[in-house]
């Protein structure tokens, strides 16, 4: 997003100092279709701004989903007293959730996607305790 103050300070110091003039009204309808065309770029702007701020809501909601259930997965695999390794994989995919929620919170609207691809949830086929050792990120993607 373009640094708007830049652009329409100027401008409006200098419709200002027009307007003062008393400018004859083909002027005034100039200077009217240019502050126009001036609302309708911030007025795209803010809806690019409103979508990327309702994406960005979404996927924090998405991420909270998630560390609650790999919580109670970590819970449910001490509980049963899985190997430390499996123990170690659960606590790396959480750590990874943390990492994108905070790059989600502190993210704005030209910077990347916080987007992830660990599952909603472990299932039978995607539980770590029946992986083998690695990265945990990369075993769910």
Request: charged content about 25%; aromatic content about 4%.
């Amino acid at each position: 997003m373009p640094d708007i103050s830049t652009k329409l300070g100027p401008e409006l110091k200098s419709t200002v100092e027009i307007l003062e003039q008393g400018p004859s009204i083909g002027i005034q309808e100039r200077l009217t279709q240019s502050w126009q065309a001036s609302s309708s770029e911030l007025a795209g702007w803010l809806e690019i701004i409103t979508k990327r701020a309702t994406q960005l809501e979404r996927e924090l909601d998405r991420l909270v989903g998630l560390r609650a259930t790999w919580a109670q997965t970590r819970t449910d695999a001490q509980a049963s007293r899985a190997p430390t390794p499996v123990l170690q994989n659960v606590e790396t995919v959480l750590a990874d959730i943390e990492a994108a929620r905070v790059r989600c919170r502190h993210s704005a609207p030209s910077r990347s996607s916080c987007r992830t691809r660990w599952p909603s949830r472990p299932s039978a086929a995607s539980t770590p305790w029946q992986r083998s050792p690695g990265s945990a990120k990369d075993r769910w993607r």
